[in-house]
């Protein structure tokens, strides 16, 4: 049986359900946004200053004659969406989209009706790092009942913005003003971020590229003898250190199962909540194990913490930007929505560099929350342009 015989099968009898507790005829059929049977959001790519996307309704079965549908921008409806699936979209600024064509027609013998059109037209209003969704819904039907869990489609735009990124081969970064500070000495809750790019993972012994952390501490590292050289392991994660020394807390190492691949961007999260470690890979959640007790990034060991070096080598041959470290556990709403950018003076957020070659000093890439963490270069900072985010 094809797959629209069974949907059409499916949402009928949802339709009867649904219609034999309300008055009024019962209709066998029903209509619903197309692409919504199985989730309400989709996703616009907009790569420049405009683009557009066509947005249809569809009806369980072939209609016997003509159905008038009117489609409409629902702006009123984002605030619940944000709320149930923990997210922070905001609605398109005015002035910067169409809605055409929102009168459409399912003609008698088909299913599927005329498209109405979704056009962004102009990104002068957007904000940096926020993630914009427009709430599109059926507003009126003759003649049809509306699938109501399929009655509005939340249309997420995905803005691509074109950035530099820091190269990591060789040069690596440090954050002095980390060591032995008491700010970051004992960290109830964590988060690590970051945008990666691996051109090539290490092939002689020990096989380790490093990304960011403390060695013997909390380190974010490709590659063991243990593992695959493609392979992320948070080497050490000690927490419960109550005198700023590491080798006083309980480790909880952790190896991904995930094989990476160069020439691909990463977006990776560790998430500390003070009850369980957990790492996110483009925001879903790969591995997860218990912990407690505090995190210190504070320990002089090899000189502290390092971005894309450990141990006086094992660097990480790619590109980084976008690292972040907060005090707090993000949820996964925040881990998704911004991949990009954050503003600078978050709640909970510690530290931030973009990465981006517009925040640096001669060999220093600001911290751009004001907090002083900044990034020292180990030589001459070096730069890959026009960098694609999200990817």
């Not at 530290?351 to 517009?358: D, K």
């Amino acid at each position: 049986m094809k797959r629209l015989n069974i949907i059409s099968i499916i949402l009928s009898v949802m339709a009867i359900i649904i219609t034999s507790c309300n008055d009024g005829p019962q209709y066998n059929d029903v209509i619903y946004v197309t692409g919504t049977e199985s989730q309400a959001t989709t996703s616009l790519l907009l790569d420049g200053n405009s683009a557009s996307m066509g947005i249809t309704v569809t009806s369980t079965d072939k209609l016997d004659k003509d159905a008038k549908v009117t489609l409409k921008v629902a702006p009123e409806m984002l605030d619940a969406y944000n709320k149930k699936y923990d997210r922070k979209y905001k609605m398109l600024p005015e002035g910067s989209y169409k809605f055409e064509n929102p009168d459409v027609v399912i003609k008698g013998g088909q299913n599927i009706s005329s498209q109405a059109e979704l056009c962004i037209t102009s990104t002068d209003k957007f904000e940096n790092g926020v993630t914009y969704c427009v709430p599109v819904m059926i507003s009126e039907s003759k003649g049809m009942n509306v699938l109501e869990a399929s009655r509005t489609a939340f249309i997420v735009i995905n803005h691509v913005l074109r950035t530099k990124a820091a190269v990591l081969n060789g040069t690596y970064y440090s954050v002095p003003s980390f060591i032995k500070n008491p700010n970051v000495a004992s960290l109830p809750q964590l988060t690590l971020e970051c945008k990666f790019y691996v051109n090539q993972f290490q092939n002689s012994n020990p096989f380790i590229s490093s990304l960011m952390g403390i060695e013997e501490d909390f380190l974010l590292r490709f590659g063991d003898v243990s593992c695959g050289p493609d392979q992320l392991q948070l080497a050490g994660g000690k927490t419960g250190v109550p005198d700023g020394n590491p080798d006083h807390g309980t480790a909880h190492p952790m190896t991904l199962p995930t094989h990476f691949a160069t020439g691909k961007w990463y977006h990776l999260a560790l998430v500390y909540n003070g009850a369980a470690i957990k790492i996110y890979v483009n925001g879903v959640e790969i591995s997860s194990t218990s912990a407690n007790g505090p995190v210190c990034l504070s320990w002089d060991y090899q000189n502290g913490f390092h971005i894309g070096m450990s141990c006086g080598g094992r660097y990480l041959n790619g590109y980084i930007s976008e690292a972040r470290i907060w005090s707090k556990a993000l949820t996964v709403g925040d881990i998704q929505s911004n991949v990009c950018y954050v503003d600078p003076i978050s709640d909970g957020l510690l530290a931030y560099w973009r990465f981006n070659g517009a925040d640096i000093n001669g060999t220093t890439v600001k911290d751009l929350t004001g907090h002083g963490y900044d990034a020292v270069a180990s030589g001459t900072p070096q730069w890959v342009d026009n960098q694609p985010c999200p990817f």
